[in-house]
């Protein structure tokens, strides 16, 4: 059931990606932008927290979810220190995905070359 | 039923896209549906191993975007991608590939200017607009917090 309703929701979160991509004239960097911005957004408004709590990974892991992690660490980090956790928490919630990202993406890049697509 | 060829011609334009969006849909649905479930599985995994939430969640993530590496380093993300669109897309595995295929792509044009530079062009505004978005909240919350 955990895995029926994380693939339901993830599935219908790539859909809107899908249809922006089918009906805008949006680049990915935009829908990707879009997606990180939106899931700051319903994570302040209280409205992706539940969704996360019923869909498991298949909230977080879309990249709405990522706009989540950020607000929740802004939450958390506000709450312990302050102002000075608008600035921090944010990015030490998300320090693991975007250094993973940097990471692997060299090591990639050093021993792959790029396909003919 | 005679149809001038005008006429077959718009007939033809309306049901094309129409087929294409909703095979376009099924396979973001399928594809972005079974990164999510996979995703839950890695989750899951790093749960039972006694990791608390927040560093199972930082964990999975981690596990996706190598994974994500990995594929997108051998031209098998671009493949499935063909037919998982949105659903390719829209998962942390599509930022990780938006980071790598870049990445190896400009190598060629330097490790700093290429490679350093090109690494960013999709995660640049990605993280740009969602750490500003999370600091105008951070300071919202703040204010909220004081009155």
């Not at chain 2, 829209?90 to 990445?103: L, M």
């Amino acid at each position: 059931m955990e895995y029926l309703k994380a693939f339901a929701v993830g599935g219908l979160i790539c859909c809107i990606g899908q249809i922006l991509i089918d009906r805008t004239k949006l680049t990915p960097a935009r829908i990707l932008v879009g997606f990180v911005v939106s899931g700051v957004i319903l994570s302040a408004l209280g409205l992706y927290e539940p969704l996360a709590e019923f869909a498991g990974a298949g909230a977080t892991v879309p990249l709405s979810g990522f706009g989540h992690t950020l607000a929740k660490g802004v939450r958390a980090s506000v709450a312990d220190n302050g102002i000075l956790g608008a600035f921090t928490g944010g990015l030490s919630a998300t320090a693991g995905g975007i250094t993973a990202a940097i990471v692997f993406g060299f090591i990639a890049a050093l021993l792959f070359d790029p396909k003919d697509k | 039923m005679s149809l001038s060829s005008d006429e077959y011609k718009k007939m033809g334009e309306k049901a094309v896209p129409k087929t294409k969006s909703i095979r376009n849909l099924t396979g973001a649905f399928l594809i972005g549906g079974a990164i999510c479930a996979l995703g839950q599985f890695i989750l899951n995994f790093y749960l039972d191993l006694g990791l608390s939430t927040p560093f199972a969640g930082t964990a999975c993530s981690i596990t996706l975007v190598g994974i994500s590496a990995l594929l997108t380093g051998f031209g098998v993300y671009d493949k499935i991608a063909k037919f998982g669109g949105g659903g390719t897309l829209v998962p942390i595995t599509g930022f990780a590939n938006a980071v790598v295929s870049p990445a190896m792509e400009f190598k060629s044009e330097g490790f700093i200017l290429g490679l350093g530079v090109k690494i960013f062009t999709i995660a640049g505004p990605v993280i740009v607009y969602g750490i500003l978005a999370s600091v105008i909240y951070g300071i919202i919350y703040w204010i909220m917090g004081l009155l």
